[in-house]
Structure formats: structure tokens, C-alpha cells
């Protein structure tokens, strides 16, 4: 069973920076793809950045693009997402996700697995 692990939500302010990780463990399998979707109060899981693992192509959603940077760790499990000059729309459970295959998606349903999810607060 594959597992992914997200860390580095909290509360900051608008304007201010984040930085998420994502860990994945368990069984070896070749993961070609990682990302993350996001899902505020009341809305659907929203699709946010993904990188192809071989290709170190980067993909983002309009609403982040010049502000959040996907990149990949020195460890080859890891994934990391840089948020800076947040907003208070970007208030929500972010999501590390995953797939065997390179996949860009912003449906939810074409990743194979997810992590637990971790909470990010923009105050005004």
C-alpha cells in the first residue's frame, strides 16, 4: 500500500509563504507522477500543480500559476509545494496526490492515491 504524508499547512497571513512537503512510503512503485489539489469549505477538489517525475514537466491551475512552485526533493519520494503571496482564497485541505503513469488531470478521480491532506489558513 502506497502512502503519502503531507506536512507544512498552518495559518498565515495574506501576502505571506508556505511551504508544503509530501512523503511517500510504503511498497515500491513507480510513481511518474505527483501533485496536489486543494478543496475549500463548500466548493470541489480543485486541481493545483503536478510534475511528471521524468520529465520534470510542471503543470498549474490559473488561479496559482507565478505564485505556487511544484518541485521535487533530493529524496525521490518527496514533493514539495512553494506557496508564496497567499490569499485568502487559497484557505483550504490541501492534497498531495499520485500515479503510476505521467497523468495531468484536474479530475480528482484519475489519481490513484491521496494523502490525508493538510489544513492551509490565509487570514486577511
Known amino acids: 500500500q502506497v502512502r503519502l504524508v503531507e506536512s507544512g499547512g498552518g495559518l498565515v497571513q495574506a501576502g505571506g509563504s508556505l511551504r508544503l512537503s509530501c512523503a511517500a512510503s510504503?511498497?515500491?512503485?513507480?510513481?511518474?507522477?505527483m501533485g496536489w489539489f486543494r478543496q475549500a469549505p463548500g466548493k470541489e477538489r480543485e486541481f493545483i500543480s503536478a510534475?511528471?517525475?521524468?520529465?520534470?514537466?510542471?503543470y498549474y491551475s490559473d488561479s496559482v500559476k507565478g505564485r505556487f512552485t511544484i518541485s521535487k526533493g533530493n529524496a525521490r519520494n518527496t514533493v514539495y509545494l512553494q506557496m508564496n503571496s497567499l490569499k485568502s482564497d487559497d484557505t483550504a485541505v490541501y492534497y498531495c496526490?499520485?500515479?503510476?503513469?505521467?497523468?495531468?488531470?484536474?479530475?480528482?478521480?484519475?489519481?490513484?492515491?491521496w494523502g490525508q491532506g493538510t489544513p492551509v489558513t490565509v487570514s486577511a
Open positions: 496526490v499520485a500515479h503510476s503513469l505521467p497523468v495531468v488531470s484536474a479530475n480528482p478521480s484519475a489519481f490513484d492515491y
Open positions: 510504503g511498497r515500491t512503485f513507480s510513481k511518474e507522477t
Open positions: 510534475i511528471i517525475w521524468t520529465s520534470n514537466s510542471t
